[in-house]
């Protein structure tokens, strides 16, 4: 299908449609485990998705198909069951032949007998006027009760939507985490001279452009309510940063001034951005409105200080600077007394740069130079403690799941540009590739409530 | 917990609709209005024989790229003596401009390596305005790592992409 899929020869392929039971060897956490085959796709499937390793501590969960579920366009268990797998936390249970849709029909010894800890059943009923009556119910085997039920009648065209709900509810119920399986993405693709910046289901799915170019485009970032994007655009040959709102594709220049404009990262309350500027000479960070206006400079240093990230509280950036000889990261308060009077975070090696912030403030992930290679690091803001992520060559731009738990990032194989994501505790992988083209800048999108 | 649904559901139908109208028109006709000469039909020029000094394959003019190791903006002793020659030039012709572009290899981050290409045509800039050349005549600018002369992903390619370039006004 793609590239990267045939250095993966001996990876097992599974249709959507058959849940089957793969052991996930602990042992080997680079091992190609699973790809997704997604033949029977919609035609607007952008990304294939390879998962790689798996937790130590997977939940086994059977998912049972739901009644007349066939007969939908789009099915909604092999939507949930992609999802929960993605994660890393689950492990899918074959039903075999059993398919109870109502609580009645389910005998739990059988369930426990193939191991079974959460059984997931349900319906679906085609209503006129083209929607779609869904209801599911979250099962545990063990204590033999009903966890979670969920009803929602939805259009047909919506069905992918309301299953990533689905399998949001399942992991929120199994995990005591947020589920983001309902969030979205966006990255930049490179297809010969195009520049496209696209927004996509976290899955990889429903890809929709928002500006294509052919000058490059970099440094996607989302509003914190999810319906507007900062980037930056080199069609005016050089860097300007834009604000585009998604759904009316209306858009600004919020910096154009003299030089280069670049690295733009959104307050958390939405009003202002912080941009990379050369406007005063070297590279530094301003504040700015997001009408453009209010320019104000935050960082003072003779050397580059670029890619700044709010703190979830607002009250400061982490940013990558030269200052101390090579670029590490830092951070600096944004107001009051101490406003641009930065502290140095990295100190481990030569090269440490592209922060974000965890959203809950506790840690930052980030590019830390590792001999020849460029890896995704995470570094704990209380403990000082680093943890590097990865082991791959070329990493670049990593941004954190607004769960916490995963870490979106831009890789490198065979010369080609793909998305990879990362458990937070480095224990899972996968990757998300395209049929053609260099995929890069990702940038994980907001929770949509 | 419905009610949180119902407001999810409606927020991301929402979404979903408005992005389903994205007309691709407003695309295009955005990338119709883009009418900067790209950089292949400036670069076609230096090609052409002539006796202008800037092009002249004997002259050291003609010679434009200077070249900077990983992660550093520091201008070389090798490339002083390119760099004093257009300040120089630009002395002698006050009419001339030049203009610097910064480029890095593809390695890192993609806005650090903007960052560092401003350097590094900051840096060239520097020597020159130094060594006769009016600050008003030189401008600086970056390309990143975003405009590769060298398309390898090797040792080869990135040491010719970590480079900053002097162009000339009408080029």
């Given at each position: 299908m793609t590239g990267i899929i045939y250095c993966f020869a001996?990876?097992?392929?599974?249709?959507?449609?058959?849940?089957?039971?793969?052991?996930?060897?602990?042992?080997?956490?680079?091992?190609?485990?699973?790809?997704?085959?997604?033949?029977?796709?919609?035609?607007?499937?952008?990304?294939?998705?390879e998962i790689f390793g798996g937790g130590a501590t997977q939940i086994p969960i059977a998912i049972v198909p739901f009644a007349a579920e066939e007969r939908l366009a789009q099915g909604i268990t092999p939507v949930v069951s992609s999802d929960l797998q993605r994660s890393g936390l689950f492990r899918l249970v074959d039903p075999g032949g059993l398919r109870p849709h109502e609580p009645v029909e389910v005998v739990y010894p059988d369930w426990a007998n193939r191991g079974a800890g959460a059984v997931v059943i349900g319906s679906t009923t085609a209503i006129p006027g083209g929607q779609v009556a869904i209801r599911v119910r979250l099962l545990d085997v063990a204590r033999q009760t009903e966890l979670a039920v969920y009803t929602e009648t939805v259009p047909a065209t919506q069905l992918r939507a309301a299953a990533h709900r689905i399998a949001d509810i399942i992991y929120e119920k199994l995990t005591g985490d947020v589920g983001v399986f309902s969030t979205?993405?966006?990255?930049?693709?490179?297809?010969?001279?195009?520049?496209?910046?696209?927004?996509?289901?976290?899955?990889?799915?429903?890809?929709?452009?928002?500006?294509?170019?052919?000058?490059?485009?970099?440094?996607?970032?989302w509003s914190p309510d999810g319906k507007q994007l900062a980037?930056?655009?080199?069609?005016?040959?050089?860097?300007?940063?834009?604000?585009?709102?998604?759904?009316?594709?209306?858009?600004?220049?919020?910096?154009?001034?003299r030089g280069s404009n670049s690295a733009p990262a959104w307050s958390p309350d939405g009003k202002k951005l912080a941009v990379t500027l050369s406007l005063m000479g070297g590279s530094q960070i301003f504040l700015v409105n997001v009408d453009g206006s209010g320019l104000q400079r935050l960082s003072q240093s003779s050397g580059i200080d670029t890619e700044p990230n709010f703190s979830?509280?607002?009250?400061?950036?982490?940013?990558?600077?030269?200052?101390?000889?090579?670029?590490?990261?830092?951070?600096?308060?944004?107001?009051?007394?101490?406003?641009?009077?930065?502290?140095?975070?990295?100190?481990?090696?030569?090269?440490?740069?592209?922060?974000?912030?965890?959203?809950?403030?506790?840690?930052?992930?980030?590019?830390?130079?590792?001999?020849?290679?460029?890896?995704?690091?995470?570094?704990?803001?209380?403990?000082?403690?680093?943890?590097?992520?990865?082991?791959?060559?070329?990493?670049?731009?990593?941004?954190f799941a607004p769960n916490g738990k995963i870490i979106l990032y831009a890789t490198e194989v065979r010369g080609r540009g793909i998305l990879s994501a990362v458990s937070s505790d480095g224990k899972t992988r996968q990757q998300l590739s395209t049929q053609a083209g260099d995929i890069r800048e990702p940038a994980w999108g907001p929770l949509s409530r | 917990m419905k009610k949180v649904f119902g407001v999810l559901l409606i927020s991301l139908l929402s979404a979903c609709a408005s992005q389903g109208t994205q007309p691709s028109a407003e695309v295009e006709d955005k990338s119709r209005g883009v009418t900067a000469p790209s950089e292949e039909s400036t670069r076609g020029t230096e090609a052409t024989p002539t006796l202008n000094p800037l092009t002249d394959p004997n002259n050291i003019l003609s010679r434009r790229s200077v070249y900077f190791d990983f992660d550093s903006y520091v201008v070389k002793d090798?490339?002083?003596?390119?760099?004093?020659?257009?300040?120089?030039?630009?002395?002698?012709?006050?009419?001339?401009?030049?203009?610097?572009?910064?480029?890095?290899?593809?390695r890192g981050s993609r806005e650090y390596n903007l960052a560092l290409g401003q350097r590094r045509a900051d840096a060239v800039k520097y020597v020159m305005t130094l060594s006769g050349a009016r600050e008003s005549q030189v401008e600086s600018v970056s390309l990143g790592e975003e405009k590769p002369r060298a398309t390898g992903h090797d040792e080869a390619s990135w040491a010719e992409n970590r480079r900053a370039d002097i162009r000339y006004q009408g080029e």
């Open positions: 001996n990876s097992l392929k599974v249709t959507p449609m058959l849940p089957v039971h793969i052991r996930l060897r602990k042992f080997c956490p680079y091992a190609a485990v699973l790809l997704l085959w997604l033949a029977s796709a919609p035609l607007h499937a952008a990304l294939n998705i979205r993405i966006a990255y930049v693709i490179k297809q010969g001279k195009k520049y496209s910046l696209q927004v996509a289901d976290a899955d990889g799915f429903n890809a929709q452009p928002v500006i294509e170019y052919t000058e490059p485009i970099i440094s996607p970032a980037y930056v655009s080199f069609e005016n040959k050089k860097p300007v940063v834009y604000v585009q709102t998604l759904a009316t594709r209306a858009r600004k220049a919020v910096a154009n001034f979830p509280d607002g009250q400061s950036i982490i940013f990558t600077s030269d200052r101390g000889g090579s670029p590490q990261i830092y951070r600096m308060p944004v107001s009051g007394r101490a406003s641009g009077t930065a502290e140095r975070l990295t100190f481990e090696g030569s090269y440490n740069v592209s922060p974000d912030f965890s959203r809950d403030g506790k840690s930052f992930t980030f590019i830390h130079r590792n001999g020849d290679r460029f890896n995704v690091a995470i570094q704990n803001l209380a403990t000082r403690q680093v943890q590097l992520l990865t082991d791959s060559q070329f990493d670049e731009s990593p941004s | 090798e490339y002083k003596s390119l760099v004093v020659a257009h300040a120089q030039y630009l002395r002698d012709n006050g009419n001339a401009r030049a203009l610097v572009q910064g480029n890095t290899d593809e």
